[in-house]
């Protein structure tokens, strides 16, 4: 709203809503409420023991001040940090449809190499979306119809030709939790986010990461990619190179490249394929011990 990018008539506040409690589900996950802020979710003994690549993501993004602020259900829906998107003396499909992407010839070092249209190629910024993905989290929202839930991998979208849309999430519909399944191995996950400087920075790749491994081999394995497209990426292909493989260098960096193969990277942004393998391998060369 500040940069103009958002004109709206009318503001609800949804701070003093009653949605501020991570609470346990009966299968043993976690319900994080939307108005949870970052950092109590972060400082959340349960989170950092069962989830800490959840953990580590929410910590990696903003600063603490930011954090302390910050909340779940904002976290999500926060908009991609384009430069183009932000500039409002500039073409943007995202902001004006119809208007021209001036990112696909021109700033797009940071932004997408998979799932990108000729509309729009932004990445998503938030981290804690990611190791969300990972983790098959699920969007409780509420509107006028009742209540739905919405897997997190589903309520991101891709840009196509409606890049103004990010989500799946209706203009009724209010965000009140985020449900986190329990998964047995998420306790030995990890969240790895390279930016350009250490300090507060959007990553140019992340990797959310679960792994379990047993006599050398790959039982089990959640992988999510940030930084590379409109959503948090999930890497399904991935993972299915990894399952009943060895727990080895060789096999992590098929993996990544059985993931890979789908990038189309643009003029200036092909270094982030090469990044996101080693980011990957390095990941779960470390979970494995
Ligand atoms: C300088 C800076 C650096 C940052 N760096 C990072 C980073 O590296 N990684 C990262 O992940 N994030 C980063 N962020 C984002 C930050 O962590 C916040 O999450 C983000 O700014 C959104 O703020 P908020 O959570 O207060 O949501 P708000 O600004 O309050 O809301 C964002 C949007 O969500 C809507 N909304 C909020 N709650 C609900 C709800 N319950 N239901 C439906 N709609 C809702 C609002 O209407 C609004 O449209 C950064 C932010 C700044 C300013
Ligand atoms: S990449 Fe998307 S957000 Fe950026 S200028 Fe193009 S349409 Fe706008």
């Known amino acids: ?40 979710l972060a400082a959340d003994r349960r989170v950092r023991t069962s989830y800490p690549a959840l953990a580590e993501a929410v910590l990696a993004g903003a600063s603490g001040q930011l954090r302390n602020l910050a909340t779940t259900g904002g976290n999500l829906l926060q908009r991609t940090r384009c430069a183009y998107f932000q500039d409002t003396t500039k073409p943007c499909n995202k902001r004006e449809p119809g208007s021209g992407c001036p990112a696909r010839e021109g700033e797009h070092r940071n932004l997408a190499v998979i799932g990108h249209s000729e509309r729009c190629v932004a990445t998503h910024p938030s981290d804690m979306a990611v190791a969300l993905a990972a983790f098959d ?4 929202v509420v509107g006028p119809a009742g209540e739905r839930g919405i897997p ?95 727990a080895d260098e060789e096999s992590f960096g098929s993996a990544a490249d059985a993931e890979l193969a789908q ?13 996101a393998r080693n980011t990957l391998v390095r990941t779960l060369v470390e979970l494995t011990g």
């Open 1 to 40: 709203m500040r940069l103009g990018v958002e004109t709206p008539d009318l503001l609800v506040d949804v701070t003093g809503l009653p949605y501020d409690r991570v609470d346990a589900l009966d299968d043993g996950g976690l319900r994080v409420g939307a108005g949870v802020q970052n950092s109590d």
């Open 137 to 140: 989290a699920i969007v409780r």
């Open 152 to 246: 997190l991998v589903d309520f991101h979208r891709l840009p196509d030709d409606t890049p103004q849309f990010d989500t799946v999430l209706q203009r009724d519909e209010l965000i009140v939790a985020v449900d986190v399944p329990a998964l047995a191995f998420a306790g030995n996950s990890r969240y790895r986010k390279v930016r350009e400087r250490a300090s507060f920075s959007f990553a140019l790749v992340s990797v959310a990461v679960a792994l379990d491994v047993a006599d050398g081999q790959v039982r089990d394995v959640r992988i999510a990619f940030g930084g590379l497209a409109h959503k948090p990426w999930r890497a399904y292909a991935a993972e299915q190179a990894l399952r009943g493989s060895a």
């Open 263 to 275: 990038a189309e990277p643009l003029r200036d942004n092909g270094y982030k394929v090469a990044l």
